[in-house]
């Protein structure tokens, strides 16, 4: 009897150490992948471009040369700049930016993006120290076009 609640009790705190853990590992991941997104990130349009799903890329080969080039100075050179203090500015064009404060969740694939009282929750793809893959939030009701971005790091 003395030994099998020995080994019960074992096996309890042997679990518990196994979920602790686990879940410091799944914590130190997200981590990690909130470290590799600080820093400025560039639009790579061709790679976006050549990435479209079916649908966007059907619509996108209908357009002309102008709505293509317009499209193009339109999304190239775009860019993200992510804070180490949770800031983030988007760099549209010249012209706009927008700036707002960034966060991942413990995931580590789901991203926030607040600005102007909007929050926008995006899903990371493929992270590196120099790619990023990020899948937009889509309105059901609008057609997005270039619904992921492939972006490369330019600074840190």
């Known amino acids: 009897m003395i030994k099998t ?5 074992g096996l309890t705190f042997l679990t518990l150490v196994l979920v602790l853990m686990l879940s410091t590992g799944v914590n130190a991941q997200g981590n990690n992948t909130g470290e590799k997104l600080i820093g400025t990130w560039v639009l790579d349009y061709n790679k976006t471009i ?21 499209l193009q100075s339109s999304f190239n050179q775009r860019k993200i700049i992510f804070g180490a203090d949770g800031s983030y500015t988007l760099v549209v064009n010249a ?20 600005a102007d009282g909007r929050t926008l929750t995006h899903t990371l793809g493929n992270v590196s120290n120099q790619n990023l893959e990020l899948h937009l939030q889509t309105n059901p009701e609008a057609k997005q076009l270039l619904g992921t971005w492939y972006l490369d790091k330019v600074s840190n």
Do not use: F, P
């Not at 990435?51 to 080039?69: I, M, V």
């Open 5 to 9: 609640d020995r080994i019960s009790l």
């Open 50 to 70: 050549n990435n479209l799903k079916q649908e966007a890329r059907q619509y996108y080969d209908g357009l002309g040369t102008e709505r293509k080039q317009s």
């Open 95 to 114: 012209q706009r930016q927008v700036t707002g404060t960034w966060n991942l969740k413990q995931d580590g694939v789901t991203l926030e993006l607040v």
